[in-house]
């Protein structure tokens, strides 16, 4: 049954990234990434270490992903400060690895609603914005 679920929410996820805007994909790679870091934190809390492993890289993933996906030309000082908040979030998340530190990753967590909230705050007209802006 646990198979078949996650088969199911594979596919899920898959069909949604098809037909995603490049704004919806970022959205989901921070709820995707706050949700690794919550099955993270109860692995560490259960003593689970082979899920807390499996976890913590899928979060360490979607992060790198997220900083990969920044625009350093276009994006000028946010961009950068934004790239300097994901490497430290990795760092973070590393010393939740290795000290099984809970702390570590709600910090992580904390900073990363704090961005999906800015993103999700910015209104549908300008999801689209970056050939414009990218043409000035």
């Known amino acids: 049954m646990r198979k078949s679920l996650q088969s199911y ?5 898959e069909s949604e990234i098809s037909v995603a805007s490049p704004h919806r994909i970022i959205q989901m790679m921070f709820e995707g990434a706050l949700q690794r870091l919550a099955q993270s934190r ?27 996906s920044l625009n350093m030309e276009a ?5 950068s400060n ?8 990795l760092r973070r998340i590393s010393e ?10 709600d910090d992580v967590s904390d900073i990363l609603k ?8 910015i209104p549908p007209e300008k999801h689209h914005m970056a050939s414009h802006s990218e043409a000035m």
């Open 82 to 89: 934004l790239s300097d908040l994901y490497d430290f979030m």
């Open 96 to 105: 939740a690895n290795m000290n099984n530190d809970i702390q570590a990753l």
């Open 42 to 68: 109860y692995a560490i809390e259960n003593n689970d270490i082979a899920n807390k492993g499996i976890y913590i890289g899928k979060a360490v993933g979607l992060i790198t992903g997220l900083n990969n």
């Open 75 to 79: 994006g000028g000082d946010i961009a």
């Open 114 to 121: 704090t961005i999906k909230e800015g993103w999700d705050a």
């Open 9 to 13: 929410r594979k596919v899920s996820v």
